[in-house]
T-cell receptor, first 115, second 116 residues
Framework: AQSVAQPEDQVNVAEGNPLTVKCTYSVSGNPYLFWYVQYPNRGLQFLLK??????LVKGSYGFEAEFNKSQTSFHLKKPSALVSDSALYFCAVKNSGGGADGLTFGKGTHLIIQP | EAGVAQSPRYKIIEKRQSVAFWCNPISGHATLYWYQQILGQGPKLLIQ????????DSQLPKDRFSAERLKGVDSTLKIQPAKLEDSAVYLC??????????????FGPGTRLTVL
C-alpha cells in the first residue's frame, strides 16, 4: 500500500524568505504525486502534480516542487514567501490498481509566514 | 465553471442518529470521490464512483456508512447510526473524464459533522 509522510507539523518562515515543505512517499510502481492547499473553512485547492518528465514541477501561486526518486521525496518550495501563503498544505499520492485512483494524503503541514 | 457543490455545510447530531450529505460534482465529471477528514489528519478516501458504479469502497465502514450515485451525477453519503468518532469534515471531489487517470481532483467546500 502507498503512503505519504509529512515530517513537520508546522513550518515558520519570514515573509520574503524561501520556504520548503517536506514530503516523502512510499509506492510500488511509478509515483503520481500532488500538492494541495487548504485555507480555513474552504476545500482543498490543487497546487501542482508530478506525473512524469522534469523533476522540477511548477504550479499555482509561484509554488514549485522537486521530485527526487532516489530519496523518494517531493518537497514543495517557493523562492519568496508571502503572508497570504499561510495555510495547511497536503502532499498526496494517487492510488493505483483496478481503476481505483483516489488519493492517499499525508497528515498536512501548517505553513505560517510571519510579516 | 461552477465548482463541486456540497450541502449542508454544517451538521450537528446526537450519537445514534442518522445523517446524509449531498454532493453535486462539476458538470461532465464522471468520477466522484468521498473523503473523510478528521481534525488534525489528512483526508481519507471512503469511496470512489465511476458514473453510477462503485470503483473502490475498501475503506468505507459498511456497517454504518452507505453511498449512492443513482443517476451518475449527484451523490449522497449516509451514516446510520452515527458515532462520536464520525465527527469530521466530509469532502466530495470530482475528476475530469478522459483517458488519463492522473488528472487532478477538484474538491468541494466540505460538510462539517459534529456528533454529540
Amino acid at each position: 500500500a502507498q503512503s505519504v509522510a509529512q515530517p513537520e507539523d508546522q513550518v515558520n518562515v519570514a515573509e520574503g524568505n524561501p520556504l520548503t515543505v517536506k514530503c516523502t512517499y512510499s509506492v510500488s510502481g511509478n509515483p503520481y504525486l500532488f500538492w494541495y492547499v487548504q485555507y480555513p473553512n474552504r476545500g482543498l485547492q490543487f497546487l501542482l502534480k508530478y506525473i512524469t518528465g522534469d523533476n522540477l514541477v511548477k504550479g499555482s501561486y509561484g509554488f514549485e516542487a522537486e521530485f527526487n526518486k532516489s530519496q523518494t521525496s517531493f518537497h514543495l518550495k517557493k523562492p519568496s514567501a508571502l503572508v497570504s501563503d499561510s495555510a495547511l498544505y497536503f502532499c498526496a499520492v494517487k492510488n493505483s490498481g483496478g481503476g481505483a485512483d483516489g488519493l492517499t494524503f499525508g497528515k498536512g503541514t501548517h505553513l505560517i509566514i510571519q510579516p | 465553471e461552477a465548482g463541486v457543490a456540497q450541502s449542508p455545510r454544517y451538521k450537528i447530531i446526537e450519537k445514534r442518529q442518522s445523517v446524509a450529505f449531498w454532493c453535486n460534482p462539476i458538470s461532465g465529471h464522471a468520477t466522484l470521490y468521498w473523503y473523510q477528514q478528521i481534525l488534525g489528519q489528512g483526508p481519507k478516501l471512503l469511496i470512489q464512483f465511476q458514473n453510477n458504479g462503485v470503483v473502490d469502497d475498501s475503506q468505507l465502514p459498511k456497517d454504518r456508512f452507505s453511498a449512492e450515485r443513482l443517476k451518475g451525477v449527484d451523490s449522497t453519503l449516509k451514516i446510520q447510526p452515527a458515532k462520536l468518532e464520525d465527527s469530521a469534515v466530509y469532502l466530495c471531489a470530482s475528476r475530469p473524464p478522459g483517458t488519463s487517470r492522473y488528472n487532478e481532483q477538484f474538491f468541494g467546500p466540505g460538510t462539517r459533522l459534529t456528533v454529540l
